[in-house]
């Protein structure tokens, strides 16, 4: 059975951090690209950060470039978000995503959400 496990979520003042963790199960954790999403009421979900399942490259949307961090560890099946000085408008619920695409086939899962406030 396929899980993704998101923790860390919370309230925080702006300017601070917090470290969000996604656990992984049953599938093969290594072979897929990992991503976070932001949803915030009304909209669809955003793409925050991604990271590759071979190189470990990454990615960030605009707005969170040189805040944001992500991370994967591979032996522990499990991916993270750094999140470094946190504005308002970073609050919503944070997804974890993962996706592998075999042989045209398509694989994507998604956890439950965490939920991220940022607020004074």
């Known amino acids: 059975q396929v899980q993704l496990v998101e923790s860390g979520g919370g309230l925080v003042q702006p300017g601070g951090s917090l470290r969000l963790s996604c656990a992984a199960s049953g599938f093969t954790f290594s072979s897929y690209r990992m991503s976070w999403y932001c949803q915030t009421p009304g909209k669809e979900r955003e793409l925050v950060a991604t990271i590759t399942s071979t190189s470990g490259s990454t990615n960030y949307a605009d707005s969170v470039k040189g805040r944001f961090t992500i991370s994967r560890d591979n032996t522990k099946n499990t991916v993270y978000l750094q999140m470094n000085s946190l504005k308002p408008e970073d609050t919503g619920v944070y997804y974890c995503?993962?996706?592998?695409?075999?042989?045209?086939?398509?694989?994507?899962?998604w956890g439950q959400g965490t939920r991220v406030t940022v607020s004074s």
């Open positions: 995503n993962a996706e592998s695409r075999p042989n045209s086939r398509i694989f994507n899962y």
